[in-house]
């Protein structure tokens, strides 16, 4: 099932974005939420329609984007965390909100919905994938030692 985006969706996608998701995810949750409408042909046109009179203010945002995975791409992030004894396994694991925190002190705001780390049990060096805008996405290296 397509669905038009009408708000932005964590881990989904932004608004004005066509996302094809299972037939219960659209109709049980985005559509009676008022997250989405069903892309149809005529809501296709009118999105169409909508986002090239928006194409000015994309450009912007792009720009703006760009900005930002030009100065997330030279940040070193470094995470500390606690390790059990005797090893490299973290005690817990990295949170969102430490990469989030960690790069707000190197001066990068992030917004946490758009951010994915994946599962991190260890120390060792990591990506992080944040989508910046619906064009642009990122991969950040990062590294988890022990603190």
Excluded at 24 to 42: D, H
Excluded at 48 to 69: G, R, S, Y
Excluded at 124 to 140: C, D, M, W
Aim: hydrophobic share 45%; proline share 2%; charged share 30%.
């Amino acid at each position: 099932m397509e669905i038009i985006l009408k708000k932005d969706v964590a881990k989904l996608g932004f608004v004005n974005e066509i996302v094809k998701v299972k037939n219960g995810y659209g109709r049980n949750f985005l559509i009676p939420k008022g997250l989405g409408v069903l892309a149809t042909k005529s809501a296709k046109k009118v999105l169409a329609e909508n986002l090239k009179q928006q194409a000015k203010k994309e450009e912007n945002e792009i720009a703006h984007a760009n900005k930002i995975a030009d100065s997330l791409s030279k940040l070193e992030i470094i995470l500390k965390a606690k390790v059990i004894e005797g090893g490299n396994k973290l005690f817990g694991s990295i949170k969102t909100s430490q990469f989030i925190d960690a790069t707000a002190a190197l001066g990068v705001e992030i917004n946490d919905k758009f951010l994915k780390l994946p599962k991190i049990k260890e120390l060792g060096s990591y990506e992080a994938e944040v989508r910046l805008h619906r064009t642009k996405s990122i991969s950040i290296p990062f590294k988890v030692i022990a603190s």
